[in-house]
């Protein structure tokens, strides 16, 4: 056919048997070159599957693009606790001299990002992106640095979520891969310094309208 239509086809599978059919459908588009519409509520079914996402929000699409584009540059705050962003914050931003700007969080936390920006933004940091290091290691300069405790780590396999609480209130996350992990071995309250680029500081942007209950057609 020259379109496949495929509503949820792995949604009550296994992840292992999920996985594997993922891939299958992959291989078959790539083989066939039909155009494959597949539904989907998971997001990491949607990084084995996609070559163009569609995100769509109470019917309206919110955000299309390939799904790197998504994953790093989420353009609202929906799009990005979808693409599992983890660190969703809100600060007052002030340009500097030379460009970027500096983003200062309403409980003091603040960093250096690379776009421009004033007011009140929203901002990502994903936790791929972030180095865990131990106090006194020596960074480049140009990277913003926030010191911490290690509150707990998650072993997700192939990767280990560390929680780092950067002030009263204020929990990042980070991803470290297996080696990572062993080579530091964090465990809680363990002081730490969270690292990362201020290109990594992905800028949000505002909300998409969306319809009210009498734009919906009748049931």
Known sequence: ????????????LDQETRDGLCLALKDLHR??????LHVCHNFAEMLLVADRV????QGRVVQCGTPAALLERPRSR????????????????????????RLRCPDGLEVRAHASAAGKVGFIIRPERILVCRPGEDRPA???????????????????QVFVACGPERILQALLSVREYEALRPTPGDRVTLAFRPEDVHLLGPEPAL?????????
């Open 31 to 36: 083989r066939s070159g039909s155009t494959t």
């Open 142 to 160: 140009d990277q913003n640095c926030l010191a911490g405790e290690v509150r707990r780590c998650a072993n997700l396999g192939a990767v280990v």
């Open 54 to 57: 569609l995100l769509l929000r």
């Open 211 to 219: 319809p009210g209950n009498d734009a919906l057609p009748p049931t």
């Open 78 to 101: 929906f799009a990005a606790e979808f693409m599992q962003a983890r660190n969703i914050l809100d600060a007052e931003a002030r340009p500097t001299p030379g460009g970027g700007a």
């Open 1 to 12: 056919p020259r379109a496949l239509l495929l509503d949820e086809p792995v949604s009550a």
